[in-house]
């Protein structure tokens, strides 16, 4: 089984539309984060959610928006998608004491 | 503010030469440090951590890292590059608040035959 799974794999969409992606852990664990990697490799963390409660929402557009029905699964909605979005978006989660984040194998955001 | 460097966004080595790659870390509070290696088209995996406890640090396949204070530093090395070990390594930190990881740009270990 797959411990942190996030679909789709990869998304090519047009500028200006709504597009989704799901993150689902079977950890156990209570924290989970959206993290994007540019194009030259470069990782910044978007969000992180605790036991469904947004604790971290760095310098991120409205346009993006996580939503985290239960503390198994943090998804990302991103209204009217722009070129600057393409990149690779990874979700991961975490137990908080013992600080090792799993990430997922990531999703390839393209918009044209 | 925390903030990672590391020095040198490629680096090549020789299947069977040590492999070093650098990372100098800035951090207000005791740090906790993390070394991750991505492979190509697949997420990230530790491959040690730091947390206060002993400043050598070993890891999974072969790979350890020194803490030094003084020297800011948290580089990562291993005796002996096999090709497998071609990939992306991320040096980062964390000021455990939060479990927020600051990553460094990233290194591209190369390994020739």
């Known amino acids: 089984d797959t411990a942190v799974s996030q679909t789709p794999k990869y998304l090519v969409t047009q500028m200006g539309n709504d597009k989704s992606i799901k993150c689902e852990q079977n950890?156990?664990?209570?924290?989970m984060y959206w993290y994007k990697q540019d194009s030259k490799k470069f990782l910044k963390i978007m969000f992180s959610y605790n036991n469904k409660e947004l604790i971290i929402n760095e310098t991120v557009p409205n346009r993006f928006s996580p939503k985290s029905p239960d503390k198994a699964h943090l998804n990302l909605h991103i209204n009217s998608l722009e070129l600057g979005d393409s990149a690779v978006y990874f979700c991961?989660?975490?137990?908080?004491?013992?600080?090792?984040?799993?990430f997922g194998s990531g999703t390839q955001l393209s918009v044209l | 503010a925390q903030s990672v460097t590391q020095l040198g966004s490629h680096v090549s080595v020789s299947e069977g030469a040590l492999v070093l790659l650098r990372c100098n870390y800035s951090s207000s509070v005791p740090p906790y440090l993390f070394w991750y290696v991505q492979y190509p088209n697949q997420g990230l995996q530790l491959l040690l951590k730091?947390?206060?406890?002993?400043?050598l640090v070993k890891g999974i396949n072969g790979f350890e890292a020194e803490f030094k204070k003084s020297e800011t530093s948290f580089h990562l090395t291993k005796p002996s590059a096999h090709m497998s070990d071609a990939a992306e390594y991320f040096c980062a930190v964390s000021d455990n608040q939060g479990g927020k990881l600051i990553f460094g740009q990233g290194t591209e270990l190369s390994v020739k035959p």
């Open positions: 991961a989660s975490s137990q908080e004491a013992l600080r090792k984040l799993f």
């Open positions: 730091y947390t206060s406890a002993a400043t």
């Open positions: 950890l156990g664990h209570d924290t």
